[in-house]
């Protein structure tokens, strides 16, 4: 019941852009009633997707009736956000498709050129001056976040790399614990000489 | 009243003649049909909403089918299947009571859902269509309400297409001994309480908890429905067992 209440939720948040973004259901209407299957190979999970003309639709099922299956692990799919890398990915056998290929190109080609007009939106709320102010500071912060993101990365990648720079190679470790071993036996062979000499005494 | 079981139903847990079964089950929904939505949401804190997406993602309907939505109330299932069957399909909103079937047309029709959806009044004992007629049968919540449910098992398997696939949603045997207890003391001590304060009609309400325990249980059901004919026939429980969704094939 949680996976259901899950895909309602993110099928009203799809729904919702196709309201934002009127050309979104043009863009998706030449596949409209086809139905495609995505198989979240990591979460064990499938999903149908289907656009009515009205409204996109979408199930968390185990029925396998489709038009177009996509088979792949999240990150794949994730990188489908670029439709230019569908045939790559499916080159690289990180990706397994059924079914007609352009059902899928359809649905990624539609929501990658998802353009909803924030600021008009807005305007409806906070009036147009306000709306467009808003916008901006969001984008700014946008910006900045990713800039900040960036500066981490690298920051965090150069410490990283210095650590490597001064830590010790296994190798290194096992001849020191083979030196120990050594000093070890000296030092036990020792005991032994002295408490011998003790006792000759 | 006559005793005998051969003539004699259940309504709730009061034993009436089968004859007067339906006109006692048609007051029930005549009563209750203007607030049915709003009930429905509250008494089951939404989650029937949960329950209906489950169905039609088991019902593996498309463009160009042709769906019975039975004992469909006010359309909730039809306004989907209308949409995923397009224009090629059709979609059928039956129910016995000509109150529910009006609330529904009128929903649906606000909603802008016109042209491949019919309304019937209809009694699932005996269904008014040709034998083969339809790819998918959803009863939902609607089967505990019957007065023979073995013959409309049968009456349905018969306007199924081979191939076709029923489905059943309907209250059930909860799974646990701790839900059981708390789902009772819902059902007969709030649900009544919330039906006098929303649909001014305790007495429906309480008439709903009764038939919910008439109702036969997961297994029970499944064998009645390979009784009918149905082949294929599973069960899954959703929420504990409160609610189970069967599914049965015609081949």
């Known amino acids: 019941m949680l996976n259901n209440f899950i895909v309602a939720i993110i099928e009203c948040i799809l729904n919702t852009a196709l309201e934002l973004d009127p050309t979104l259901s043009d863009r998706l209407s030449s596949i409209a009633q086809k139905r495609l299957l995505i198989d979240i190979r990591d979460w064990q999970q499938q999903f149908l997707v289907v656009f009515t003309g009205q409204q996109l639709h979408l199930y968390n099922t185990t029925e396998q009736q489709f038009d177009c299956m996509i088979s792949a692990d999240i990150q794949t799919l994730m ?54 102010q808003l916008w901006q500071l969001v984008k700014q912060t946008q910006q900045q976040s990713q800039k900040v993101n960036k500066k981490l990365s690298t920051t965090l990648t150069t410490l990283c790399q210095d650590e490597l720079k001064v830590t010790i190679h296994p190798l290194e470790l096992e001849q020191f614990k083979q030196h120990t071993r050594q000093l070890k036996a000296h030092v036990a062979q020792l005991e032994l000489r002295i408490n011998q000499l003790l006792q000759a005494k | 009243m006559n005793e005998n079981p051969e003539k004699t139903t259940h309504f709730g847990y009061k034993t009436v003649a089968k004859t007067e079964k339906a006109s006692m089950v048609a007051d029930v929904f005549h009563s209750v049909a203007t607030k049915y939505d709003v009930m429905n949401d509250l008494m089951s804190f939404g989650i029937h909403r949960l329950w209906k997406r489950q169905t039609i993602a088991s019902s593996g309907v498309r463009k160009g089918h042709h769906v019975l939505d039975l004992a469909g109330g006010t359309g909730d299932l039809t306004a989907k299947f209308s949409q995923l069957v397009g224009d090629t399909g059709q979609v059928v909103l039956g129910d016995i009571n000509s109150s529910m079937l009006k609330v529904g047309r009128e929903k649906l029709h606000n909603l802008g859902l016109v042209g491949n959806i019919d309304y019937v009044q209809m009694n699932a004992e005996a269904l008014p269509f040709p034998d083969n007629s339809f790819d998918l049968i959803t009863i939902a919540f609607g089967l505990r309400n019957v007065t023979d449910q073995n013959k409309a098992l049968r009456s349905m398997y018969r306007i199924l297409k081979p191939g076709g696939r029923l489905l059943v949603l309907e209250f059930s045997k909860p799974e646990h001994q701790v839900l059981s207890k708390a789902y009772d003391f819902y059902s007969f001590n709030l649900l009544p309480k919330m039906g006098e304060l929303v649909a001014n009609d305790g007495e429906s309400y309480k008439y709903l908890a009764e038939s919910i325990r008439m109702h036969p249980d997961q297994e029970t059901l499944k064998a009645m429905m390979n009784e009918a004919g149905f082949e294929q026939t599973t069960y899954q429980n959703l929420t504990g067992g409160i609610v189970a969704l069967h599914r049965g094939f015609k081949y």
Do not use: C, V
């Open chain 1, 79 to 132: 990188a489908l956000k670029n439709p230019a890398m569908l045939t790559q990915l499916i080159r690289q056998d990180k990706l397994d498709l059924q079914g007609d290929l352009n059902i899928a190109q359809g649905f990624s080609n539609a929501f990658a050129a998802l353009n909803i007009d924030w600021p008009e939106h807005l305007s409806d709320y906070l009036g147009d001056a306000a709306a467009q």
